[in-house]
T-cell receptor, first 117, second 114 residues
Framework: SAVISQKPSRDICQRGTSLTIQCQVD?????MFWYRQQPGQSLTLIATANQGSEATYESGFVIDKFPISRPNLTFSTLTVSNMSPEDSSIYLC??????????????FGAGSRLTVL | AQSVTQLGSHVSVSEGALVLLRCNYS??????LFWYVQYPNQGLQLLLKYTSAATLVKGINGFEAEFKKSETSFHLTKPSAHMSDAAEYFC????????????FGIGTKLQVIP
């Protein structure tokens, strides 16, 4: 199965700064997704990133706050802009990696744990 | 609209005992259902999935789950817990028919007591 690498694995950031998280997949994938995992809450989908098109954002998430790039079929970035302490969370990159089953089976990276002071 | 409810954010079992993690779903269309496991400092990985074939689904590491439409449930079980099963388990749902948005539950942390 595919392997997804994320970096940074963790970071401590100052309020008002921005941080870009990188996600690398070891094989070509069509659909990539960014999730947020907050303590005591379920994983929340931020956006879907398909190569060659603009990312599709879920309700409550906007491009100005979470710009996403998808330059090719193995790579994506998520930027958390103008951070506040409320953005402290684990951000997970995932990709749809099971072709042919008809189901959206996801493979995840290990996550990027951000702490905003 | 779709959602899952995982009953019990923390579950403790003794090593060798039955593991039962509960998941109930809500979906306006026939669902696909998933269980994922997350070990510390790792990403989520798929344990098993239900995609409208057999209602009893077997996954990795001896886990299985049964889809019960009448109860809108998809509980995860394992006959005998092992210390290595200690992890967080997530139930998830998506509409059937294609690569659709997956909605996750809040997760259940499983503790295995020696």
């Amino acid at each position: 199965s595919a392997v997804i690498s994320q970096k940074p694995s963790r970071d401590i950031c100052q309020r008002g700064t921005s941080l870009t998280i990188q996600c690398q997949v070891d094989s070509q994938v069509t659909m990539m997704f960014w999730y947020r995992q907050q303590p005591g809450q379920s994983l929340t989908l931020i956006a879907t990133a398909n190569q060659g098109s603009e990312a599709t954002y879920e309700s409550g998430f906007v491009i100005d706050k979470f710009p996403i790039s998808r330059p090719n079929l193995t790579f994506s970035t998520l930027t958390v802009s103008n951070m506040s302490p409320e953005d402290s969370s684990i951000y997970l990159c995932s990709a749809q990696t099971e072709i042919g089953s008809g189901a959206n089976v996801l493979t995840f990276g290990a996550g990027s744990r951000l702490t905003v002071l | 609209a779709q959602s899952v409810t995982q009953l019990g954010s923390h579950v403790s079992v003794s090593e060798g005992a039955l593991v039962l993690l509960r998941c109930n779903y809500s979906s306006s269309v026939p669902p696909y259902l998933f269980w994922y496991v997350q070990y510390p400092n790792q990403g989520l990985q798929l344990l098993l999935k239900y995609t409208s074939a057999a209602t009893l689904v077997k996954g990795i590491n001896g886990f299985e789950a049964e889809f019960k439409k009448s109860e809108t449930s998809f509980h995860l079980t394992k006959p005998s817990a092992h210390m290595s099963d200690a992890a967080e388990y997530f139930c998830a749902v998506s509409p059937s028919g294609g690569y659709q948005k997956v909605t996750f539950g809040i997760g259940t942390k499983l503790q295995v007591i020696p």
